[in-house]
């Protein structure tokens, strides 16, 4: 919204920031977290009100999780409120990619609202059916990737073949075209990614950390492909608009910062589906836009290890009657092992770290 005031250059130097993308998304997260530290105790409050008994705490979980009944949930509505109002601020909404993953963002976070509102209101840690879930999922991620897909193949400046095409990191010139179908492969990446964050969000602070860390990183692949030069130094693939995504993954550093205040340990909320959700969608959609989504397994490596946790102990059970691990997520099977939460979630942040860096390093080899 305020990017129009960049007209008024001619006539005082200083709108002319307003032009510049890093000085937008460095606005947009520190607005963002205002927004969550000035209306988070509020929110906080209500919520505890309201849902009264909060999160249900499941009965085959760590003992150290009953202490922490009645916690409030929905905790991604203060994330949420800071994403959209600082995005609506400081965003170009004239852009094509920044209008989807704004609609996927918030199309993801009111499954998972409906979602919390459930288990709340029934206390039990059964919501939304899951077959509902995802076919309304599909239908949210597969609506913004046909529409991310259109503007990528009418853009002069890209490369058509590109829009329905995987291109693969380490390769200069290697895609797999699958015409209309990607909007298939795109919707899956971002349903996927959803869902794995959802799976990580488990203990206090776990799932917003790596999701700034990993947040971060196509940050800076957003603003390295939507700019022609870097992208041509770099030798990955040019998607001219996408910059401007970092703007909005500024907006996510700066809420995630704001929320974690409240959710470090003994957390005071719990993000809930409402936000897990719609933060994996979030990094999906951009994942999808910059065209790399297969790097996104590397960035995200910490929400694939947890998801293939839960879909090798479930497969193994149906198989055998055994489990692989004591507990899944993978990050109750270490709670079990012993090690305290505070253990699990640093550890875990330092994998997320490396398998950021990791990921980020692909841009260069190629």
Do not use: C
């Amino acid at each position: 919204m305020l990017i129009w005031l960049v007209e008024l250059s001619d006539k005082f130097q200083f709108f002319n920031l307003f032009r510049y993308i890093t000085f937008r998304a460095g606005a947009s997260l520190f607005t963002s977290a205002f927004i969550v530290f000035l209306f988070g105790p509020s929110i906080i409050n209500s919520l505890r009100v309201r849902q009264g008994k909060g999160q249900p705490i499941r009965a085959d979980g760590p003992q150290t999780h009953f202490k922490k009944a009645g916690t409030p949930t929905m905790g991604g509505l203060m994330i949420l409120a800071g994403i959209v109002g600082s995005s609506l601020l400081w965003a170009d909404l004239s852009n094509v990619y920044v209008v989807a993953t704004l609609l996927v963002t918030l199309g993801f976070g009111a499954i998972g609202f409906y979602d919390d509102y459930l288990k709340v209101t029934k206390q039990t840690d059964k919501g939304f059916s899951g077959k509902a879930r995802l076919a309304l999922e599909f239908v949210i991620a597969g609506i913004a990737v046909f529409f991310m897909m259109r503007l990528a193949m009418a853009t002069e400046l890209g490369n058509p073949r590109l829009a329905t095409s995987i291109a693969f990191p380490f390769f200069k010139d290697l895609f797999l075209n699958l015409g209309i179908f990607f909007v298939l492969f795109g919707g899956f990446v971002i349903v996927a990614a959803g869902n794995a964050v959802n799976l990580t969000d488990g203990l206090d602070g776990l799932a917003i950390v790596p999701v700034m860390i990993a947040s971060a990183s196509f940050g800076v692949i957003a603003y390295l492909a939507g700019n022609a030069v870097f992208a041509g130094y770099l030798q990955i693939n040019f998607v001219p608009g996408t910059g401007e995504l970092a703007v909005i993954v500024g907006a996510v550093i700066g809420a995630g910062l704001g929320f974690l205040w409240f959710n470090a340990p003994p957390a005071a909320i719990f993000m809930g589906d409402t936000g897990s959700l719609a933060l994996g969608g979030l990094i999906g959609s951009i994942a999808v836009a910059t065209k790399h989504e297969i790097v996104m397994a590397i960035i995200g490596g910490l929400f694939v290890m947890e998801t293939l946790s839960v879909i090798i102990q479930v497969g193994f059970f149906k198989m055998t009657g055994r489990r692989v691990f004591l507990m899944a997520p993978i990050h109750h099977h270490f709670e079990k092992l012993g090690w305290t939460e505070s253990q699990v979630v640093i550890r875990f942040w330092i994998i997320a770290v490396g398998l950021a860096l990791l990921g980020l390093s692909t841009l260069k080899l190629r």
